[in-house]
Structure formats: C-alpha cells, structure tokens
C-alpha cells in the first residue's frame, strides 16, 4: 500500500512583506508558508490576466513549474462600482507606473471626488496548485471609499487607508491586523481554500 503523507508546507508565490505577513497570520502553526526569497528561488512572472482567477493561476502555476511543490498564490484588488470596476485586477498598477501605494489610493479619491455612490468592496482570489491541477477560492469584503487619506492609522496597506470597513466601523488602515483578518476578503478566501486543504491534505 503506498504510504501517504500530510503536506505541511505550502510556497506562496510573492515576496510582497504585507501580503506574507497577512498569510503567515492567518494560517495555522501546522502549515508552513514559505516565500520564494526564503528558500533562494528567482520567482518573476508578469501578471497578463484580466481577471482576478487568470493572474492568480499565472503565478501559483508558474511557482509550482519552477519548484514542484505545491503552490498558493493570490490576485487581489479593490473594485469602486461608481468607477465600473475600477481598479480591479490593475488596482497594484493603478494610475502612472511611478506611483506608490499612497499615490494610487490619492489618485482613485481623486477620480471618486464627484461622485455620490462610494460603494466599493475589495476581493481575494486564491489559487492553489499542486501535481493534481490548480484550484480557485475567492472572498470579498464590501465598504465604502472615503473623502480622504488617512495620515494617522499605520496598519494596513495599499488602499487601506481610504477604506471603511461598515462591520468594524473604522478604515482597514485603523484596525490591528486581528481585526482586519477577522472580516478580510483574503481571510475569507484562506478560510475557503483551508476547507478544502484539510480534506484532501494528502499526496
């Protein structure tokens, strides 16, 4: 009989410090995410999707090619109804290439400062691959966009700090990262994914 085995470590395809610290809080201690820069993998891929799903399989495929072992990646983004979508799948690239997280988030207030419906909600689409094929989780979490930048909360990132959260009462920027895992779009869609992990966790 072929002996199975549990996986307990999981690579995740980004070496963006916000987004692993989010992940590595929100898993649980059996799982071990690891980043390509910690076990010294050269991990670059372009993002050519136009959909959330598209530019997440993109990464976890192409990590999981380059490594063999099983993958995890996410497309996440903010999407404004009053802007038909925008920003989207380009929410990291909104605006001029130059531009940093607080100069995207001043330039989509910019583009929302005529405008009364400030509906928006961000989304999470997780894709997991390994030698069976790749797999899709996704959440989202709705609020609303502000009138302005929030200067004083220092957590959160990229568009966090013109976000109201109407659950927690506050912008994403305000709250601790417990907080804001507690309602997260990529909580819900790591919630989703480790439903599936822990009744298949075999290889």
Do not use: W
């Amino acid at each position: 009989m072929k002996q199975l085995t549990l996986i307990t470590e999981i690579l995740l395809a980004s070496n963006n410090s916000h987004k692993v610290f989010e992940f590595k809080k929100i898993f649980p201690e059996t799982i071990t995410i690891i980043t390509p820069n910690e076990i010294s993998l050269l991990f670059e891929v372009e993002e050519t999707g136009t959909t959330f799903e598209e530019n997440a399989k993109i990464k976890s495929e192409h990590l999981f090619k380059l490594s063999r072992k099983p993958s995890l990646a996410d497309d996440s983004g903010i999407v404004v109804n009053a802007l038909n979508g925008e920003p989207g799948v380009y929410s990291a690239r909104f605006g001029k290439k130059e531009f940093n997280d607080k100069d995207r988030a001043l330039y989509l207030l910019e583009k929302m400062k005529n405008q009364n419906d400030r509906s928006a909600f961000y989304q999470a689409v997780i894709s997991y691959t390994d030698k069976n094929g790749t797999k899709f989780f996704s959440g989202k979490v709705h609020g609303l966009i502000l009138n302005d930048y929030d200067e004083i909360g220092k957590n959160g990132f990229g568009y966090d700090p013109v976000f109201y959260n109407e659950t927690l009462k506050k912008r994403f920027s305000e709250c601790s990262i417990e907080e804001k895992n507690s309602v997260s779009h990529r909580n819900i869609a790591i919630q989703e994914f480790l439903k599936f992990f822990n009744k298949s966790n075999l290889v």
